[in-house]
Structures are given as structure tokens and as C-alpha cells.
């Protein structure tokens, strides 16, 4: 299923948007999605953790959006 979410690439001087995607891709591939949209070229941590702002959870970049719970509406901040 597409999902509508923000994506908080502050901390790579990325800015923040929103973006279209499926939901059966894994965090690791949605960061690498959101990074080559923005063109951010800073080196990515170790792990492609992110946190999910509305539901104030942090998850690794194996897992699926889906298995995360994640829908449309959230927000997520890349670490």
C-alpha cells in the first residue's frame, strides 16, 4: 500500500518534506529514497536508525514500514 509521510532530514542539512512510497520497503531503502530526492550527499550513520516523531519510537533500517506500523501522516526523523 502507498503511505504518505514526512520525512526530517535536518540533521544531514536536508530539510523537511513529504513523501510518497510503499509501505513493503525497508527503512533502510525509504532513508536512501529520501537522501537521493534531497540530493544529500553527508556521510549516513552506521544502522539507518530512525524515529518515528508522532509515535515517539526509534526503529533499525532492516525492518519493513509496514511491520513498523508505520501510515500515512507520520513523521519521521532520519538519525
Same mark, same amino acid.
Given at each position: 500500500? &502507498?503511505?504518505?509521510? *514526512?520525512? #526530517? =532530514? *535536518?540533521?544531514? #542539512?536536508?530539510?523537511?518534506? #513529504? !513523501?510518497? =512510497? $510503499?509501505? &513493503?520497503?525497508? %527503512?533502510?531503502? %525509504?532513508?536512501?529514497?529520501?537522501?537521493?530526492?534531497?540530493?544529500? *550527499?553527508? &556521510?549516513?550513520?552506521?544502522?539507518?536508525?530512525?524515529?518515528?516523531?508522532?509515535?515517539?519510537?526509534?526503529?533499525?533500517?532492516?525492518? $519493513?514500514?509496514?511491520?513498523?506500523?508505520?501510515?500515512?501522516? #507520520?513523521? !519521521?526523523?532520519? !538519525?
Amino acid at each position: 500500500m &502507498y503511505i504518505e509521510i *514526512t520525512v #526530517d =532530514l *535536518t540533521n544531514y #542539512d536536508g530539510g523537511v518534506f #513529504d !513523501l510518497r =512510497l $510503499s509501505d &513493503y520497503h525497508t %527503512m533502510k531503502k %525509504m532513508v536512501e529514497i529520501a537522501r537521493q530526492a534531497k540530493g544529500v *550527499t553527508k &556521510y549516513q550513520r552506521e544502522g539507518h536508525w530512525v524515529r518515528i516523531v508522532n509515535k515517539n519510537r526509534v526503529v533499525p533500517g532492516h525492518v $519493513s514500514m509496514a511491520k513498523c506500523g508505520i501510515q500515512t501522516g #507520520d513523521r !519521521l526523523e532520519i !538519525l
